[in-house]
């Protein structure tokens, strides 16, 4: 059903409303109460809120009717488990909140990467500057800077629009090649690919830490084994990383592996995350032990970005530097010139 709205269903949006059908079913109201009444709070989502409501009464449950509110995949599939088992106005709340700090989380990383960013831009445009304004006059002058760094400076700025043009090409070549195979790959393959990636590797093994963690944290609080736990995430369909780890998990099962040690093996995870699990006595005990534990890898996640847009910050910083410095030279070369004429 197309809906119009007058609000962008951002994560800050959808978790305020999550929140408040959670808080609504916490008091007794049911889904279609809520639902009826928070077209009321809302009325520009009136028409989405209708949607769903309609969607309810024919017998659907509440988690297939999320993607009108552009719920991800991810997210639906958790409040699919909630709804299906435990207490899910109480779920609902934390899953709510966990979408808040998300979105918290990624407006943070945004500020901190934006800076260099609007850093690297403009160093390109200082560069073409001082080729548009300078170029000319420093050709003017080549018969008498045919060697040295003077003469590199002014070949590079002679030729920059076609360094530029050329590493544009090559990174949309690049970037083709990678989506075809982004779309063929299995998953797992894929992860594996970005974990084993320089620098940014580590970040993504801590996400992916953070996100299985995550997960099988909330199966297993609500009374899910192990196996029972491989099985769900095999026949989901919703998220194609999970419905790979669930295909690999259960194969290894099939053959004997320990669920520890099919993880270990895997490589894809920090190493204490295996360790957590083959330690576990009690179900219930290591579904908290596996929470805590993916909180602190999301915590590690975020300041490990941090850590690296500092970095970047600080490259593009001595960049700029070198830049300025270049330019004074540049502005020297005529007097300079002139002086060794003399």
Known sequence: MTTNIGRVWTQSFQSEILSYIA?????????????AFIKLVYPQQRAVFSAMEEDLANGQFFYTTLSLMKISPDVAFQIEIAEKHGDFANNLLKIAQYIGEKDRQRRQLIGILLYPFVLFFLLISLVFGIRLFLLPQLESLQGNLETGSAALVINFLRHFPQIVLLTLITGLLVFLGYSLWKRQANPLVKSRFYTRLPIVGKLFRLYYTYYFANEFSQLLQIGYSLQLITVTFRDQNRVAFLSALGHYLDQKMQTGEGFADSIDQLGLFNREFAAIIRQGELLDLLAIKTRLYSQKALASFYREISQLGKVLQ?????????????????????????????
Do not use: K
């Not at 808080?23 to 639902?35: H, I, K, R």
């Not at 530097?321 to 502005?331: D, E, G, H």
């Open 23 to 35: 808080e609504m079913l916490a008091e007794g109201f049911s889904l279609l109460e809520t639902l």
């Open 314 to 342: 600080n490259v593009l910083f001595v960049w700029v530097a070198l830049t300025v410095v270049m330019v004074y030279l540049i502005l020297m070369l005529p007097m300079l010139t002139m002086m060794g004429g003399l």
